[in-house]
Every structure is written in structure tokens, then in C-alpha cells.
T-cell receptor, first 113, second 110 residues
């Protein structure tokens, strides 16, 4: 399966600011996914990031709040904009490879104060 | 109705016993089903996936799929304290997206 490097691993941010999370994959992948895991909850898909096109957002998530970039087949970023305490979560990127392997990055634990 | 449903637990089993984790899904068109294990503070790690009716075994783990009943389960034989974690069931839907259940907390008592 693919190896994903995600950073930062954690951050504490002031409300109203933005944080950009990076995911680097060790192989070229077509689809990358961004998930949110709120405290004590399961994973919720934020958006799908495909290279060369705009990200596709799930219901309840909008581009202005969670802009995503996908400049090439090994890299993506998720920005959490204008943060509030409700954005405190773990954010995870994920990729799917041809052998149906869905692999997750190590996650970014975000605390907004 | 949630797309993927799991009993949140916690499920407590003694060491050496069989742990049985269950999951139901609502979309009959779902084709692939995944079980992930997540330790506290860590990201999910894939245990196994299944897409054909019946059983699939991998070491101490067996996944069972019944598409007619829209039911998938995970059996863990000879449970160990190190198996204590949250187990997430996920279903692949259109666009290769994974939809996750809420997870079942498993506690293996030594």
C-alpha cells in the first residue's frame, strides 16, 4: 500500500486564523480524500481531490471553508479557514490504490482556541 | 437510517475468546466492504476487505459478508489485549468513496 506523510501532526490555532495541512504520497495516485474525525466520532468525508480538477465536496462542506489543492499526483493540501472551536478535530488524508487499498495518513490533530 | 451502522459497544471479551463485530449497510449497490482498526490517537489501519459473499480469512481475522441481508461482520479469534481498539466498518460507494460506521469499541480483558 502507499505511504502517506501528513503534516503538521498537531497544531493549536487561534480562532479566525487558517491552517494548511499537507499530504505527500510516495507514489502517484489518482484520487485523494480528506476526512474529518471529530472527538469521539467516526470519520466523515470532506472532499475528494483529483489532480487537474476542482475538488468535489460532500454535503455540509464548502470550498470557502475547506479549500483544497491537488497540484500533482503525489501531493494535496487542505486548508481549514476562519477557524472556530467547532473545527477542532483530527483531519486525515487518504488514498486509494489499484489493489483496493485505502491508506490513511497519520492525521493532523487540530485544536482551535 | 444511517448508511453504515455499528453497535458502538463497548464489547468486552476475555483474552483468548472470539470477538464478533457486526455492521449493516443500507445501499444494496455497495460492492466492497472494509474493516479498519483504530487505536486511540492513531489513524485507522486496514485489517481486511471483502467483496464476495461468504467468508474471508486472514490469520486470526475472518470477515463475513451477506449481501442479501446487507450485513458484514468481523470475527477475531484468540483475542488479545492488543486487539483492544475501535473497529470501523466502511463501505465503498460510488466514486470510490468510503463511508464509515460509528465504530465499535472492543475491550479484551486479560
Amino acid at each position: 500500500s502507499a505511504v502517506i506523510s501528513q503534516k503538521p501532526s498537531r497544531d493549536i490555532c487561534q480562532r479566525g486564523t487558517s491552517l494548511t495541512i499537507q499530504c505527500q504520497v510516495d507514489s502517484q495516485v489518482t484520487m485523494m480524500f480528506w476526512y474529518r474525525q471529530q472527538p469521539g466520532q467516526s470519520l466523515t468525508l470532506i472532499a475528494t481531490a483529483n489532480q487537474g480538477s476542482e475538488a468535489t465536496y460532500e454535503s455540509g462542506f464548502v470550498i470557502d471553508k475547506f479549500p483544497i489543492s491537488r497540484p500533482n499526483l503525489t501531493f494535496s493540501t487542505l486548508t481549514v479557514s476562519n477557524m472556530s472551536p467547532e473545527d477542532s478535530s483530527i483531519y486525515l488524508c487518504s488514498v486509494v490504490t489499484a489493489d483496493y487499498g485505502y491508506t490513511f495518513g497519520s492525521g493532523t490533530r487540530l485544536t482551535v482556541v | 437510517q444511517k448508511e453504515v451502522e455499528q453497535n458502538s459497544g463497548p464489547l468486552s471479551v476475555p483474552e483468548g475468546a472470539i470477538a464478533s463485530l457486526n455492521c449493516t449497510y443500507s445501499d444494496r449497490g455497495s460492492q466492497s466492504f472494509f474493516w479498519y482498526r483504530q487505536y486511540s490517537g492513531k489513524s485507522p489501519e486496514l485489517i481486511m476487505f471483502i467483496y464476495s459473499n461468504g467468508d474471508k480469512e486472514d490469520g486470526r481475522f475472518t470477515a463475513q459478508l451477506n449481501k442479501a441481508s446487507q450485513y458484514v461482520s468481523l470475527l477475531i479469534r484468540d483475542s488479545q489485549p492488543s486487539d483492544s481498539a475501535t473497529y470501523l466498518c466502511a463501505v465503498n460507494r460510488y466514486g470510490n468513496k468510503l463511508v464509515f460506521g460509528a465504530g465499535t469499541i472492543l475491550r479484551v480483558k486479560s
